[in-house]
């Protein structure tokens, strides 16, 4: 599976939680919920991965967390805000760059529309 397909499952995973659940929660109810969908539908989900920082060859826990890593091809950054902020991008650009992957979603659940709430962020490794 490509990394656009397996971005296409996420989305549609993603829009179902928040067909059922809606607007208003914290961010760890809906990155539950959706690990939980995607694993319903057959999708292999990591939650809350480490990630390390390599500082002058030598690799430091950091404290960094991925909320939800699909099929090991694609990074998803839940957040539960009024609007994206510079700041989410920059997160989970970081968390492609460490990670050496591809693609991202930035999933933002507190919005009317989930369609609203989907940034796609590539790595150009």
């Known amino acids: ?6 971005s296409s499952i996420i989305i549609g995973a993603a829009i179902e939680v928040h067909k059922q659940l809606g607007p208003g929660l914290l961010e760890s109810s809906y990155e539950i919920c959706l690990a939980h969908e995607l694993r319903l539908r057959g999708i292999q989900v990591e939650t809350q991965v480490k990630l390390p920082v390599t500082y002058k060859e030598v690799t430091l826990e950091a404290g960094y967390r991925i909320d939800l890593i699909v099929e090991n091809k694609v990074i998803i950054e839940v957040k539960a805000v009024e609007n994206f902020a510079d700041i989410h991008l ?27 709430g989907i940034k796609r962020v590539v790595n150009n490794l």
Do not use: H, P
């Open 1 to 6: 599976m490509t990394e656009n397909e397996t």
């Open 90 to 116: 920059a997160q989970i650009l970081t968390y492609l760059k460490l990670s050496n992957t591809k693609l991202g979603l930035l999933l933002n659940f507190n919005v009317s529309k989930m369609t609203d």
